[in-house]
């Protein structure tokens, strides 16, 4: 089994609708990450969290929203969906303390495809 | 503020081709510099990284040194292999928050028998 688990790996879903992608992992980390892919821009980060009770927004968290429900569960909410917010989504992790050996070793999910119409 | 700029692709090559993807980057403070590689239908996983200058990373044949006189970190392999067909990208971690990483666009590389 996958360290980070996303769920649903794809989903095709109307304007307007709301949506849920859901990250769980067993790697015991504490930090976990909400990224987007799209052609031509690399990555672009939505929101993080370093614990439970930490969230923060990344470059481009408008029209989105995260729970994170456990130390293991991170979850990234689409309340309106619009067609500009098609594309793959990640969920990774990272070991704390930052700036120790492991430093910027992200453990990344699958991805989760998500189309708007 | 802080950017990673890559090569464009695809790169196309003939297995045992020499590799370079070029990749440069700005930033404030003393960034930690990385490599990651993205299979088909998988996510990113980090290939090598560099924290200081003149530090050199390297993993499964591949190379990066961390030129700062340059702002640099292109990677590079002597003999790519058609298993090395993936999609690459440059990283730098933002110097507040190390664990932070700021990605390049990504360059595609296909190596055909």
């Known amino acids: 089994d996958a360290d980070v688990t996303q769920t649903p790996r794809n989903r095709i879903t109307k304007t307007g609708k709301r949506i849920m992608l859901e990250c769980s992992q067993t790697k015991g980390h504490d930090r976990m990450y909400w990224y987007r892919q799209d052609p031509g821009l690399g990555l672009r980060l939505i929101y993080y969290?370093?614990?439970?009770?930490?969230?923060n927004k990344g470059e481009i968290s408008d029209g989105y929203s995260v729970s994170r429900q456990a130390q293991a569960k991170f979850s990234l909410s689409l309340e309106s969906a619009i067609p500009n917010q098609t594309a793959l989504y990640f969920c990774?992790?990272?070991?704390?303390?930052?700036?120790?050996?492991?430093?910027?070793?992200?453990?990344f999910g699958e991805g989760s495809r998500l189309t708007v119409l | 503020g802080n950017s990673v700029t890559q090569m464009e692709g695809p790169v196309t090559l003939s297995e045992e081709a020499f590799l370079t993807i070029n990749c440069t980057y700005t930033?404030?403070?003393?960034?930690?510099l990385f490599w990651y590689v993205q299979y088909p239908g998988e996510g990113l996983q980090l290939l090598l990284k560099a924290t200081k200058a003149d530090d050199k990373g390297s993993n499964k044949g591949f190379e990066a040194t961390y030129r700062k006189e340059t702002t640099s970190f292109h990677l590079e392999k002597g003999s790519v292999q058609v298993s090395d067909s993936a999609v690459y990208f440059c990283a730098l971690s933002d110097p507040g928050n190390t664990d932070k990483l700021i990605f390049g666009t990504g360059t595609r590389l296909q190596v055909f028998p």
């Open positions: 990774a992790t990272s070991v704390s303390p930052s700036g120790g050996p492991r430093s910027g070793e992200l453990f």
């Open positions: 930033a404030t403070g003393y960034p930690s």
């Open positions: 969290s370093f614990d439970v009770k930490d969230i």
